[in-house]
């Protein structure tokens, strides 16, 4: 404290960090990049262990015995689908009354904004089937979730079976203290949008739903099942959800400890767990497993039905069964076992998971990250715009140079009126309210004029709008009487710099892998733009770091990551898919990403546009 509270010291120590701040921001910027790094270096990571007293112990017997009867089901339910040319409604509430259950349905409608040309719906009608098991030895006050989403054509019948063959044998057991709810729901994630806002009495989305007539107890856990396959290699898991979101890390724990004890191939993005984390080739299949979960959290989108679950806190997972050219070979009956251990673990729960992480990353299934470890990778970046604010701060408040003639120079004296710097920022958000508004409600006008369907004008419109966002800099002076001073970019940028630091802040705190991604490359250009760069090559550098420019190279990225590359034009068809598909989920679940983005984040870049072209 005496450091900055001495007068002399703090101007010495202002007039260092002013002198070095370029050596010291580059020497932050790739500290950040290799502190991120090394997060999936062994030493960095910690072994992932069970923090619930509850859970501690996988010492049940599961005694599941009817994985081919459930594999039968499937089929015959798969015969009924074809039959019905959709949910065969009627065969599932027959089935599940059979089986003891208390059966409700909930029928349900969604008007999208435009198309979805990715699963060719626009109008979409369908119901959600479900059965309650009500627990016999408890006040029913809680409950647990196990779900398999009704998919067009061949997809998921098994899990529909699976799920099926596991509430009647959950039926025949007494020691259930929670209510299960066995849910097949119609649409994907639409029809679990749809039963989430049902069970809560909500309606975010403006979906049209029936009320539910039966629901249980507050909901404590969800898994999501999904097998279209007979047999499986593999079970994945997938833990992404809305925005972000992340359960909590013991019920990631819990599958990885029942999936060891059964002896059950598991995977985390589609990778399998290795031992060799010392070797050049362990860290370097870390360090996709990690890139993986960083890209898919930062999508905002979620990557499963259990994605919706973790809006109202309830801690959800989806198991996907993976069938490929691995040797081992794992049957329904030993997947069902898995099923009836981790639900009777979670039916000894006494309260919500809540003792272990919720902001974390994983390596592997064995290794995570902790906020802990990764914040100080985003620190460093953030810390460069505070430094560059500070810099410009110190500028803004040094006193204009003098001639011989003891005159102060006048383009130094003269200070920025305030309508220099209000009107950048006033016509880039305009702009970023365009971006956000604009392409949807504009799509039939474009439909009319140009030879595209409704998802392609929307998309179009949209790079249209950001496309001529790049002339912001002649609007704006367009408007403002007379030439800009030389403080009067300072002053812009000083806005701009601490506009960004706080947005980014914001970000990383919902959604960390988002605003890592972002703060790699807004941060950059912020640090170091200015008019009297040259016009031609940062202007470049400023479009290719911007965040369309991320998004393209993100898509690539992925795709590298997943070993399934592509080439420029089906990445460009995948690109524009990409942003296609963010603005349906922000209207039809309430992603934040393309609202974040639109609104603050390209409003943000485009006056560091406008400081770059600053007359």
């Known amino acids: 404290m005496g450091l900055l509270s001495d007068p002399n010291r703090r101007r010495a120590l202002i007039s260092m960090l002013t002198r070095l701040n370029a050596p010291i921001c580059v020497v932050c910027y790739f500290a950040g990049v290799a502190w991120f790094m090394g997060l999936a270096f062994e030493p960095f990571t910690l072994r992932t262990y069970m923090s619930e007293n509850a859970m501690g112990s996988t010492m049940v017997e599961e005694r599941f015995p009817a994985g081919e009867r459930a594999l039968a089901t499937g089929r015959e339910f798969a015969a009924h689908k074809k039959k019905v040319g959709g949910m065969p ?20 409608s969604r008007t999208l904004p435009f198309p979805d040309e990715n699963k060719e719906r626009y109008i979409v009608k369908g119901t959600n089937v479900y059965g309650i098991l009500r627990a016999p030895r408890a006040p029913r006050t809680e409950a647990l979730v196990l779900s398999a989403p009704c ?13 099926l063959g596991l509430a009647q044998y959950f039926r025949n057991q007494i020691y259930w203290a929670k209510d299960i709810i066995f849910l097949v729901n119609e649409h994907d994630l639409i029809g679990m949008q749809a039963w989430l806002e049902g069970y809560h009495h909500t309606n975010t989305t403006g979906m049209s739903w029936s ?43 819990l599958f990885y400890a029942f999936c060891q004890k059964i002896g059950v191939l598991c995977t985390i993005q589609g990778k399998l767990q290795r031992n060799d984390w010392d070797s050049v080739s362990g860290y370097n299949h870390a360090v996709q497993t990690m890139m993986l979960m960083v890209m898919k959290q930062a999508s905002g989108r979620p990557w499963g039905d259990h994605g919706l679950f973790l809006r109202y806190h309830i801690e959800a997972a989806t198991i996907k069964g993976v069938n490929s050219f691995r040797q081992y070979k794992t049957d ?23 003792q272990s992480y919720f902001f974390y990353l994983m390596p592997s299934l064995s290794h995570f990250v902790s906020i802990g470890y990764y914040m100080p990778a985003f620190g460093l970046l ?19 140079s003098t001639t011989e003639d003891g005159v102060a120079d006048i383009d130094q004296q003269s200070s920025p009126g ?19 508004a604009l392409p949807i409600r504009f799509q039939e006008t474009a439909v009319e004029h140009f030879p595209v369907s409704e998802t392609e004008a929307v998309v179009l419109t949209a790079i249209a709008i950001y496309t001529a966002g790049l002339a912001l800099p002649h609007n704006t002076h367009r408007l403002l009487s007379g030439e800009g001073t030389e403080q009067g970019w300072r002053v812009l940028k000083l806005v701009a710099v601490l506009y960004l630091a706080v947005l980014l802040g914001c970000t990383a705190l919902i959604n960390f892998s988002l605003g890592f991604i972002l703060a790699l490359t807004l941060v950059p250009l912020a640090a170091f ?51 296609s598909q963010g603005i349906l989920d922000h209207s039809l679940y309430g992603s934040l990403v393309y609202p974040l983005i639109a609104l603050l984040v390209y409003p943000c870049w485009l006056l560091f546009w406008n400081i770059l072209f600053w007359k």
């Open 151 to 163: 998919s067009p054509g061949d997809g998921n019948n098994q899990a529909v079976g699976l799920l």
């Open 529 to 579: 733009v200015t008019p009297h760069v040259p016009k031609v090559l940062s202007a470049f550098i400023l479009v290719i770091l911007s965040p369309a420019c991320t998004l393209l190279f993100s898509v690539f990225f992925f795709q590298e990551l997943q070993d399934m590359p592509v080439s420029f034009q089906d990445g460009w068809l995948l690109y524009l898919s990409v942003i």
């Open 211 to 253: 009320p539910l007539q039966g629901r249980g107890g507050s909901i404590q856990a969800a898994l999501s099942l999904e097998l279209s396959s007979d047999v499986i290699t593999s079970l994945d898991l997938v833990l992404e959800g809305l925005n972000g979101q992340l359960p909590n890390l013991d019920l990631a724990n």
């Open 382 to 400: 953030a810390v460069i715009l505070l430094l560059r604010a500070l810099d410009l701060w110190v500028q803004l408040n040094t006193p204009p």
């Open 418 to 436: 305030v309508l220099s710097v209000l009107t950048p920022l006033v016509i880039s958000h305009l702009t970023g309210v365009a971006l956000y």
């Open 89 to 108: 409604v009627d065969w599932l509430v027959k089935n599940m009354q059979d089986r003891g259950l208390e059966v409700f349905t909930q029928s349900f």
């Open 332 to 354: 329904a009956t030993t997947i069902g076992r898995l099923l009836e251990g981790m639900y009777r673990k979670l039916n000894n729960l006494l309260e919500r998971l809540h």
